[in-house]
C-alpha cells in the first residue's frame, strides 16, 4: 500500500504495472537508492517539473470523463459521443442521405471514433458548398442551359446545403445537451468530477509564485473548469473581456492580475490565485454576435442554461469557419496561435492529461515544440501498440516522459483522477503549515540534545 497526496492506492504487483518512461527507458526498473515506492518516485520527480519556470497543461476529453460503476455521471469522450449521436440521434434515413449525397459514411472508422472529425468534415463541405454557390450567383446568365430535372434532383446544390446545415445543428444540440450534463447535475451524480477538477486547481494555486502563472489549454468545451475556478475564488483569463456583454479579445492573454504591494512606490505584485485559460476548440457559451460594433465578435454567454444556448444561432464548438474567406477564423486561429507562442518558450514544460493526440493540428504544434531543446512533454497516457503516444516513446528522445500504469479498484494513474490524487503534490495551507511545525520541532529536540 502507498499513501500519496491523501489517498490511499494499492499498486498493482508492487509497482510492476506503473510505468514511468524517459525516453523508452523505464526508470522504475532500475534502482533507487531513496528505495521509495514507484507512485512516489514519480511524485518527487514531478515537484521539480512544477518549479520549473514555463508549465502549461493540455486537458483532453478524457478529462471529463468519470464513472461511478457502469454509469457515465461525467461528459462522455468522443467515441462514446459518436455511437450515440449516430444509434440514436441520427435516423437510418438521415445516415444514407449523408452517404449518398455528400459522401460521407459514419460507419467508417474515422467518423466511428471522433465526433470532432464529422463535425469538422460537415464544415468544410459546408464552406465550399457556400463558396460555389456564391461565385455561381456572381456568374450566372441567361444564356446558361437548364440542367436535366433527373440531374438536377442528385445534386442540387441547395439540398445539398439544406442537408450539411441541418446536421451540424443536431449535432451541436446535441453536444449542448451532452456537455451541459443537466440530468446529472440536477441530481448531483456529477459532483466528483467538480470536486476532482476543483483539486487539480486547488493544487497548482500553491506553486511557487514568483513563477509565471500556469496555462490550462482545454480542447473541451464542457464548462467544469470555470464551475471549479468560480467555486474557488480564483481569477482566471479566458479571453474574454468586458461588463455586462463579454466579448473575446485575444491581447488580454498578456494580461496579469495585480495588487499594489508598496503605496509609496510604484510597486506591483502578481496575485497568486490565478491562472490562464485556453479553450483551444471553444465552448458551449461562446457564440458569434454580429450586433457588436467590435473587431472580434465572438460573445461568452453567462447563462448557460441548454433552453438558451439551442435558441442561439452561433454556438462556437469545435473549430467552425465564421469567415467566409476563411476555413479556421477567429477565435480558434487566435488561441492556437497562443498555444503555439507558449510552447515556443524556453524551458517549457507541457502536461497532457486524458489527450489521445488524435488532432493532427495540435499534434503538430507540439512536435515544433520539440526544436527548442529545453522542451519538455509529459504525457500521461498508455502507450499501448499502435497509437501517436506508442510513437512518441519509440522516439527515445528523454525529453519525453510517459507516465501511467494500474491502480487499485482497476484506477489508471495515467487518468485525470489519479493524476490529481496520485502524481500532483498537495502543498495546501495546511500541509505547509504542518511542515513548518515539524521543522520547529526538529531544530527545537535537536537543540535540546545539543545541550
Known amino acids: 500500500m502507498s499513501v500519496v497526496a491523501g489517498k490511499i492506492f494499492k499498486v498493482m504487483s508492487e509497482g510492476k504495472d506503473i510505468y514511468f518512461y524517459k525516453g523508452t527507458d523505464n526508470v522504475l526498473e532500475k534502482s533507487d537508492k531513496s528505495d521509495l515506492p514507484p507512485i512516489e518516485r514519480i511524485q518527487k520527480s514531478f515537484e521539480k517539473v512544477l518549479d520549473g519556470k514555463n508549465l502549461s497543461f ?3 476529453s478524457g478529462c471529463s470523463s468519470y464513472y ?3 454509469m457515465e455521471v461525467g461528459v462522455s469522450t468522443m467515441k462514446p459521443l459518436a455511437k450515440k449521436f449516430y444509434d440514436d440521434i441520427l435516423s437510418e434515413e438521415e445516415r444514407d442521405k449523408l452517404k449518398t449525397t455528400l459522401g460521407i459514411d459514419v460507419s467508417l472508422s474515422k467518423f466511428k471514433e471522433n465526433l470532432e472529425y464529422f463535425l469538422g468534415s460537415l464544415h468544410s463541405i459546408q464552406f465550399f458548398e457556400e463558396s460555389i454557390q456564391a ?3 456572381q456568374e450566372t446568365t441567361h444564356e446558361a442551359d437548364e440542367p436535366k430535372q433527373e440531374e438536377q434532383e442528385e445534386s442540387d446544390p441547395k439540398d445539398r446545403l439544406s442537408l450539411i446545415i441541418k446536421t451540424v445543428k443536431k449535432v451541436k444540440e446535441f453536444l449542448i445537451d451532452e456537455m ?8 448531483g451524480k456529477d459532483e466528483p468530477v467538480n470536486k476532482l477538477y476543483e483539486r487539480f486547481y486547488r493544487k497548482l494555486l500553491y506553486r511557487n509564485s514568483n513563477l509565471p502563472k500556469p496555462n490550462i489549454f482545454t480542447t473541451n468545451y464542457d464548462l467544469y473548469s470555470e464551475t471549479a475556478l468560480d467555486k474557488l475564488g480564483i481569477h482566471y483569463v479566458n479571453g474574454f473581456s468586458g461588463g455586462i456583454k463579454k466579448y473575446f479579445n485575444p491581447t488580454i492573454f498578456n494580461y496579469a492580475l495585480a495588487e499594489r504591494m508598496d503605496l509609496s512606490q510604484n510597486k506591483w505584485g502578481v496575485i497568486d490565485n490565478f491562472f490562464y485559460l485556453y479553450k483551444i476548440h471553444g465552448s ?8 457588436g460594433a467590435k473587431l472580434f465578435n465572438v460573445r ?16 462556437m464548438i469545435h473549430p467552425t469557419p465564421l469567415k467566409h474567406n476563411a ?11 497562443e498555444f503555439q507562442k507558449k510552447l515556443m518558450q524556453n524551458n517549457n514544460v507541457l502536461v497532457t492529461i486524458g489527450y489521445s493526440f488524435s488532432d493532427e493540428h495540435i499534434n503538430n504544434l507540439i512536435y515544433q515544440a520539440f526544436t527548442i531543446p529545453s522542451f519538455r512533454l509529459i504525457v500521461l497516457g498508455s ?6 503516444i506508442e510513437k512518441l516513446r519509440s522516439l527515445n528522445d528523454p525529453r519525453i516522459w510517459i507516465i501511467g500504469g494500474e491502480l487499485e479498484d482497476e484506477k489508471k494513474l495515467h487518468y485525470f483522477e489519479g493524476f490529481v490524487d496520485a502524481i500532483l503534490p498537495d502543498l495546501t495551507n495546511d500541509e505547509i503549515d504542518d511542515k513548518i511545525e515539524n521543522a520547529i520541532r526538529t531544530l527545537f529536540k535537536r537543540n535540546e540534545q545539543g545541550r
Open 68 to 70: 461511478e460503476g457502469e
Open 58 to 60: 493540455l486537458l483532453g
Open 135 to 137: 461565385e455561381q450567383i
Open 327 to 337: 476555413s479556421l477564423g477567429s477565435p480558434y486561429s487566435d488561441l492556437f496561435r
Open 300 to 315: 461568452e454567454i453567462q447563462e448557460t442554461t441548454a433552453a438558451v444556448l439551442k435558441s442561439m444561432e452561433t454556438v
Open 284 to 291: 458551449i457559451n461562446w457564440i458569434q454576435d454580429v450586433e
Open 180 to 187: 451541459l450534463n443537466e440530468p446529472n447535475k440536477k441530481d
Open 383 to 388: 502507450p499501448a501498440t499502435g497509437t501517436e
